[in-house]
């Protein structure tokens, strides 16, 4: 029996992101992107439309919410520039 691979991709635009690749492609072109930055838009894509508490922030950037430095996101996709 083969099992099923399921992939988690997001497509907006010329872009996907590979969940589990950890990849953002445009037009298929990885783009290059640190970690931190792919973590931030990986989670405002998987939260489009709600506002995101800095506690889930945190939780992302640091694993157990302990990290005092992060300012406010914004999940305004019309001011997003990925040019």
Not at 4 to 21: K, M, N, P, S
Not at 23 to 33: E, I, S, W
Request: glycine fraction near 8%.
């Amino acid at each position: 029996m083969s099992e099923a691979v399921i992939r988690h991709l997001y497509q907006f635009g010329d872009f996907t992101i590979d969940r589990e690749q950890k990849v953002l492609l445009r037009n298929g072109t990885p783009q290059p992107l640190t970690p931190k930055a792919f973590d931030t838009l990986l989670m405002l894509v998987e939260h489009a439309g709600q506002i995101v508490e800095k506690e889930a922030q945190r939780r992302t950037f640091s694993g157990d919410g302990t990290s005092s430095r992060i300012g406010p996101i914004s999940n305004d996709s019309s001011k997003a520039d990925f040019c």
